[in-house]
Structure formats: structure tokens, C-alpha cells
């Protein structure tokens, strides 16, 4: 999580406490979003994202006036969990996409990108 961690510090500019709070918020996310077989090939590179998932508590549902928007008010509701950490929405962005490209660089493509396609709008997010 170190290499991430630097990672998010180089290119996005967060603190590595910030840093390791979104790496957070999106680890949740996508444990909660995606299916658990794409998420698996993830959890298995990467032992940290167990160990990370077993001290988080979880979030609030989302109101339910958003509830009918689907997966776009989910990702709005991780954005704004993340912008609640002071980030503006280009650095969620940023985070987002340096999170999913290091997935991609260290568990594979196409894992990666089982995951992102069983997220409803999570394809033009990242």
C-alpha cells in the first residue's frame, strides 16, 4: 500500500494519511459495488485490501431521495465522501483514476477491468 500511497502523494498531491483515507473510501466502494469473484483477483495481489476492509465501518445508505438515481448517486455519494476529506473534484478524479491504474499495473487488466464494468458509471469515472 506504500508504493500507493507514494503514488497518490506524486501525482494527485495528498498527504498519505488522505491518501490512505480515500484509498479507503474506494476500497469499501468497490467490495460493496462490485461482485466478490472480480473483486478476488484483487484482494489476492493485494492482502492490504482485507486487512484495510476488516476496520472499516459502513457508510451511511444513501438518502433515499437518491436511491432511484442507481449507480450514479453511488458514485456521487464516494465522490462526496471524498471531497468530505477536503479534495476537490479534480483530485477525486485523479485519486480515483491513479487507484485503478495501479490495480491495473499490479493485479492485471483485465481483473481490473471486471470490476469496473460491474459498477454501473464507474467506466466514465475513471
Not at 506504500?2 to 473510501?25: F, H, M, N, S, T
Amino acid at each position: 500500500m506504500d508504493e500507493l500511497l507514494d503514488r497518490l502523494k506524486e501525482r494527485v498531491g495528498l498527504a498519505p494519511d488522505r491518501g490512505r483515507a480515500v484509498v479507503a473510501i474506494l476500497v469499501q466502494f468497490l467490495a460493496r459495488e462490485a461482485p466478490a469473484e472480480a473483486m478476488a483477483p484483487l484482494i489476492a495481489r493485494h492482502a492490504w485490501i482485507a486487512e484495510l476492509q476488516a476496520g472499516l465501518a459502513e457508510p451511511a445508505p444513501p438518502a433515499a431521495a437518491n436511491r432511484h438515481f442507481g449507480g450514479m448517486a453511488r458514485l456521487m455519494d464516494l465522490a462526496n465522501r471524498m471531497m468530505a476529506l477536503g479534495l476537490t473534484m479534480g483530485e477525486v478524479q485523479g485519486a480515483a483514476r491513479e487507484v485503478v491504474a495501479y490495480a491495473r499495473e499490479t493485479a492485471g487488466a483485465e481483473s481490473v477491468d471486471g470490476v469496473v464494468k460491474a459498477i454501473p458509471g464507474l467506466r466514465q469515472f475513471v
